[in-house]
């Protein structure tokens, strides 16, 4: 037997709660260093591993230690029990091997009271491997019994971990579900459509919800990567994503699947690429009208060209056109959303501001109503059963109404549940929208690529080029602004060449505009005439409020 005395300590701590139960590393380690102590052994060194670590943490530190024992030939190893030393049969070979590889090699399992080595008797051989055996067992078990119970909770719908800001958990007949949370719920989707902003960046939402009070569950202000992984969480639309996979969720979407969308192709763009950002603004944004691909770009002596180079019939040999004759036309188009009149702009976006306010109140009130309904039901639905205990109804009469309440209640439950976040967010956007139709023109030549494309993106439905035309559709929103900002930009006219015939109505100018045709421009934007232009009741019919995407 070698007289080496050398030991190497392998102290190992499972989990958190170990930790706090006095199992702690460093307990571990005196237990071990006592061992050594009264056996003679002299400690060369610790390695300690902590199983909060990640797994490849683990084993790379686990490696560490094989390593260092092989090269400084120590023969003594230090362990507190089997089932600490080996979390896996990968490490229970390797401490196999490097036991049989020298019979003065030993293996201490301090708390087991077992030292294996080379000529160990096959009994302790057998006492070592049902210990490897059991303590690997133990593990897949826990971590079955783990997957298991998380299984279970996606299977149901709910994800089995804390939910992200805008919800709270809530026990719900003794299980623990996520609901909207009413103080957040709001800001959240605020967050989500302020960051489709063209000005808008993760820094600017992170410094936003600073100020709308959302934090994170510590108080602390939300980091840029938390942002980012809020407006990136699937949760907000109703997917749960857990270990890499989506699962469908049973929670209340709080967010639109459109806005989601929205957010995540601006973000994927916003990314810079490695080295440059978008050097074409309408890289991606213009789509060939005869074959729906999206249009190449090409640098030629410092400018960009476009075209759909695809070899199909009626694509090929398509002439390229430069990007800045293309924005030639997206400029006129942005030009037309502008209304002659700001003064009447700002009053049509007060008034859109004050029938949101009424629709919020009527909202609660219907909110309200529909909640109520479904109470009755529920307690219609409870009597019918309680009769059908009694016997007073037969089992088939039973079926048949609590279908048909199940029903009833079901389609109330899904008007609730769409009710909060369609009112909320149209008005927002549009709001933006509206204000964005008004300075697009001048921010498209102020402001950087990425900028410009945000502007595409919010005013136009697509872009397509035919040969050498490019085509600008809007969409249902902004048509209607450039619409209503041409018939005022006519009124207005109209009421120039008027004034230069009578002179009697100068004094009534006011903006540009005399009192007269600026009620008039108020009756095309909101859709009526106000028989009193001092006092209107808005009703923003005329425009599209509700189809801004
Ligand atoms: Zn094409």
């Not at 061992?35 to 530190?61: G, M, N, P, W």
């Not at 089997?82 to 196999?96: G, K």
């Not at 108080?219 to 997917?239: C, D, H």
């Not at 023109?441 to 102020?446: I, N």
């Amino acid at each position: 037997m070698s007289t080496d005395s050398r030991a190497v300590i392998l102290a190992r701590v499972s989990s958190k709660s170990q930790e706090d139960e006095g199992y702690s590393l460093d307990s571990q380690v005196k237990l071990m260093r006592g061992y050594c102590e009264s056996h003679r052994l002299t400690v060369d060194r610790v390695f300690k591993i902590a199983e909060s670590a990640s797994k490849s943490e683990q084993r790379r530190i686990f490696q560490k230690a094989m390593n260092y024992i092989e090269t400084q030939s120590i023969k003594n190893l230090i362990v507190e029990k089997v089932d600490r030393h080996v979390r896996n049969l990968h490490d229970a070979v390797e401490t196999h091997d490097w036991l049989m590889a020298d019979e003065n090699k030993k293996a201490h399992f301090v708390k087991d009271s077992l030292v294996m080595h080379k000529n160990s008797r096959s009994q302790e051989w057998l006492n070592w491997g049902i210990r490897v055996v059991m303590a690997k067992n133990y593990i897949d078990n826990l971590r079955e019994e783990a997957m298991k119970g998380w299984a279970e909770k996606l299977a149901q719908g709910w994800l089995p971990a804390v939910p992200p800001v805008g919800y709270v958990t809530v026990v719900e007949s003794g299980k623990r579900i996520h609901v909207p949370d009413k103080k957040t719920t709001r800001s959240v989707q605020k967050a989500f459509d302020l960051y489709l902003q063209p000005d808008q960046s993760i820094q600017t939402i992170a410094k936003k919800m600073e100020h709308m009070g959302l934090t994170t569950r510590k108080g602390r202000p939300f980091s840029k990567s938390n942002v980012q992984s809020i407006l990136t969480n699937p949760f907000y639309i109703g997917i749960n994503r857990f270990n890499g996979k989506d699962y469908p969720g049973a929670q209340t979407p709080i967010i639109r699947e459109e806005t989601f969308k929205r957010v995540q192709q601006k973000m994927h763009r916003g990314r810079p690429d490695k080295y440059r950002r978008h050097d074409v603004a309408l890289k991606g944004l213009i789509s060939c009208v005869n074959c729906g691909g999206q249009v190449t770009w090409q640098l030629q002596k410092g400018r960009y060209y476009g075209s759909c180079q695809r070899r199909s019939e009626g694509c090929k040999g398509r002439k390229y056109i430069r990007q800045d004759t293309m924005e030639v036309r997206i400029m006129e188009r942005l030009e037309k959303l502008v209304c002659p009149s700001q003064d009447v702009m700002e009053w049509v976006l007060d008034s859109i501001r004050i029938d949101f306010a009424q629709s919020i109140d009527n909202h609660e009130e219907a909110q309200a109503a529909i909640e109520s309904n479904i109470k009755r039901l529920q307690a219609m639905d409870d009597r019918l059963y309680d009769d059908k205990l009694n016997g007073d109804i037969t089992l088939e009469r039973y079926r048949q109404k609590h279908d048909d309440l199940s029903n009833q209640i079901s389609q109330f439950q899904e008007e609730l549940r769409t009710f909060d976040v369609d009112i909320e967010r149209r008005h927002h956007h549009a709001v933006s929208i509206i204000e964005l139709s008004q300075k697009a023109a001048q921010f498209y030549q102020e402001k950087e690529t990425d900028e410009k494309r945000e502007i595409l993106i919010e005013l136009f439905e697509k872009m397509t080029i035919e040969n050498d035309v490019i085509s600008v559709n809007y969409t249902k929103l902004t048509k209607a602004i450039a619409q209503k900002s041409e018939e005022s930009r006519q009124i207005m006219i109209s009421q120039k060449s008027d004034d230069r015939t009578d002179d009697n109505d100068k004094n009534n100018r006011r903006g540009g505009a005399t009192l007269g045709s600026e009620n008039e421009l108020r009756s095309i934007w909101l859709g009526r005439r106000d028989s009193n232009p001092r006092m209107p009741v808005p009703k923003t019919g005329a425009l599209p409020l509700g189809h801004a995407p």
